[in-house]
């Protein structure tokens, strides 16, 4: 039984089709495309024409298949035992969890000599940083032209023409025909690519041209059909990785077939499988723009359709409102009438009450009176009670004396004079004026 992992240190569980296919990806990703030696063994040829063998050596053995179009194009009649040079892609057979090589090209052995030149090349260009993904450009939803590089007499010129026409008949496209194929064919393709650098905004910009007949070039197709690796071989061309490199718009790489790579799909911001599939990237079908704009007029028309309707219903309950103006006097005065009466109710309402309020008084005026003037005699009682039993008379009457010095201070401690000072003395029937004769503290 498992033991109680972890969460964080918990391997990820793979689903097995989900981890075959990345592991597929990842093979696809760092190996491919590939070229091996090696010698064939089991080799068969299927009744719908794809092909399966064995290449080994001393040290190990790969499952490999040759579908019906690569086989079609073999020079030789393979047998085993011949010593061979594959040009293919490594993956996973998922249904058996296989590895295996996915063949395109089959020579015998000495033939390789192209595919290493250029697995030389796009090394040292992707160490040049011409194969970033950070470099690579998104294409425009809607370009104002396209710019085309192609052979005049190739079947993917007709192929892409038939495409935007299909797709985008309103977006004009630039041709500038090149050789696709041979010694000549790399300069050709430069020159016209440069040519379609000066006809984008930038490059008008740039070379101050006069405005041209068409709207500047928003993407550029490098468009070439299928063939062995001798005939895609101008697409291998350093100067050509370069040219595409420094296109001042998003380039689309379609050369050759599905399986076949080149330096060009490395260097273009974007690698089509086809031809016809480069023109469908950079052409969104006509008929979804227009159902877009239709799908917009709707709304802007419900919308409009809403304003007015609510525009009338607010006029038909304004003209309710409103009626004839004959009628909106006669509800006024009706109003003004109801107010009279009832500012004539509310004011004789008000004089009974006060009326009544009067009489209230009036009875009670007397009773109230007598109430508040004995109220206000006990209290003056009250007062003069208090007052005299704080009268300072009252204290001398009961046998104290009120003495002061010479200079009418009030004597309180015996060290306020001194022996044989003057003491004026009052008295409750009259006054004293005496002499210090010892003063004493009590």
Same mark, same amino acid.
């Given at each position: 039984?498992?033991?109680?992992?972890?969460?964080?240190?918990?391997?990820?569980?793979?689903?097995?089709?989900?981890?075959?296919?990345?592991?597929?990806?990842?093979?696809?990703?760092?190996?491919?495309?590939?070229?091996?030696?090696?010698?064939?063994?089991?080799?068969?040829?299927?009744?719908?024409?794809?092909?399966?063998?064995?290449?080994?050596?001393?040290?190990?053995?790969?499952?490999?298949?040759?579908?019906?179009?690569?086989?079609?194009?073999?020079?030789?009649?393979?047998?085993?035992?011949?010593?061979?040079?594959?040009?293919?892609?490594?993956?996973?057979?998922?249904?058996?969890?296989?590895?295996?090589?996915?063949?395109?090209?089959?020579?015998?052995?000495?033939?390789?000599?192209?595919?290493?030149?250029?697995?030389?090349?796009?090394?040292?260009?992707?160490?040049?940083?011409?194969?970033?993904?950070?470099?690579?450009?998104?294409?425009?939803?809607?370009?104002?032209?396209?710019?085309?590089?192609?052979?005049?007499?190739?079947?993917?010129?007709?192929?892409?023409?038939?495409?935007?026409?299909?797709?985008?008949?309103?977006?004009?496209?630039?041709?500038?025909?090149?050789?696709?194929? $041979? #010694? !000549?064919?790399?300069?050709?393709?430069?020159?016209? %690519?440069?040519?379609?650098?000066? @006809?984008?905004? =930038?490059? &008008? +910009?740039?070379?101050?041209?006069?405005?041209?007949?068409?709207?500047?070039?928003?993407?550029?197709?490098?468009?070439?059909?299928?063939?062995?690796?001798?005939?895609?071989?101008?697409?291998?061309?350093?100067?050509?990785?370069?040219?595409?490199?420094?296109?001042?718009?998003?380039?689309?790489?379609?050369?050759?077939?599905?399986?076949?790579?080149?330096?060009?799909?490395?260097?273009?911001?974007?690698?089509?499988?086809?031809?016809?599939?480069?023109?469908?990237?950079?052409?969104?079908?006509?008929?979804?723009?227009?159902?877009?704009?239709?799908?917009?007029?709707?709304?802007?028309?419900?919308?409009?359709?809403?304003?007015?309707?609510?525009?009338?219903?607010?006029?038909? $309950? #304004? !003209?309710?409102?409103?009626?004839?103006?004959?009628? %909106?006097?006669?509800?006024?005065? @009706?109003?003004? =009438?109801? &107010? +009279?009466?009832?500012?004539?109710?509310?004011?004789?309402?008000?004089?009974?009450?006060?009326?009544?309020?009067?009489?209230?008084?009036?009875?009670?005026?007397?009773?109230?009176?007598?109430?508040?003037?004995?109220?206000?005699?006990?209290?003056?009682?009250?007062?003069?009670?208090?007052?005299?039993?704080?009268?300072?008379?009252?204290?001398?009457?009961?046998?104290?004396?009120?003495?002061?010095?010479?200079?009418?201070?009030?004597?309180?401690?015996?060290?306020?004079?001194?022996?044989?000072?003057?003491?004026?003395?009052?008295?409750?029937?009259?006054?004293?004026?005496?002499?210090?004769?010892?003063?004493?503290?009590?």
């Amino acid at each position: 039984m498992f033991e109680p992992q972890n969460h964080a240190t918990a391997p990820l569980i793979w689903e097995v089709g989900a981890l075959c296919r990345a592991v597929a990806d990842s093979l696809q990703a760092r190996f491919n495309p590939l070229a091996v030696r090696g010698e064939l063994a089991g080799f068969s040829r299927a009744a719908s024409g794809h092909c399966y063998f064995t290449l080994k050596d001393a040290q190990g053995q790969l499952r490999c298949a040759m579908f019906r179009r690569a086989a079609g194009q073999l020079t030789f009649n393979p047998r085993d035992g011949d010593q061979v040079e594959l040009r293919a892609s490594l993956g996973v057979y998922e249904a058996r969890g296989d590895l295996q090589l996915i063949v395109e090209d089959m020579r015998q052995a000495g033939q390789g000599q192209l595919f290493e030149q250029f697995l030389r090349l796009k090394a040292r260009l992707e160490a040049e940083g011409l194969f970033d993904a950070a470099r690579k450009r998104p294409l425009p939803v809607m370009p104002r032209a396209i710019g085309l590089v192609t052979s005049l007499g190739a079947t993917a010129l007709h192929d892409v023409a038939t495409t935007l026409a299909r797709r985008v008949p309103h977006i004009p496209v630039v041709l500038a025909p090149a050789q696709v194929q $041979g #010694a !000549a064919a790399p300069a050709t393709l430069c020159e016209a %690519l440069s040519q379609l650098y000066l @006809l984008t905004h =930038a490059g &008008q +910009a740039s070379e101050a041209k006069k405005p041209l007949n068409h709207p500047p070039i928003d993407v550029i197709l490098l468009v070439r059909g299928g063939g062995s690796m001798e005939d895609l071989w101008a697409f291998n061309d350093e100067a050509l990785a370069r040219t595409i490199v420094r296109s001042p718009v998003p380039l689309v790489s379609g050369v050759g077939h599905e399986t076949d790579f080149t330096i060009a799909d490395f260097c273009a911001d974007l690698r089509a499988p086809t031809p016809t599939a480069a023109a469908e990237l950079v052409a969104q079908p006509r008929a979804d723009w227009l159902g877009a704009l239709q799908l917009v007029q709707e709304r802007l028309t419900q919308a409009l359709q809403r304003q007015i309707d609510g525009g009338h219903q607010r006029l038909d $309950g #304004a !003209a309710q409102r409103l009626g004839r103006p004959s009628g %909106l006097v006669a509800a006024a005065q @009706l109003r003004l =009438a109801n &107010q +009279a009466q009832r500012l004539r109710h509310a004011a004789l309402f008000k004089l009974e009450r006060s009326a009544q309020v009067q009489q209230a008084l009036e009875g009670d005026f007397p009773r109230i009176f007598e109430r508040s003037l004995a109220r206000h005699a006990e209290r003056l009682e009250r007062t003069a009670l208090r007052l005299q039993l704080v009268d300072p008379q009252q204290v001398l009457a009961r046998g104290y004396a009120l003495l002061t010095d010479a200079q009418g201070q009030v004597l309180t401690r015996p060290s306020q004079v001194r022996t044989g000072a003057p003491v004026h003395a009052r008295l409750a029937e009259g006054e004293l004026d005496l002499t210090v004769a010892q003063p004493r503290l009590l």
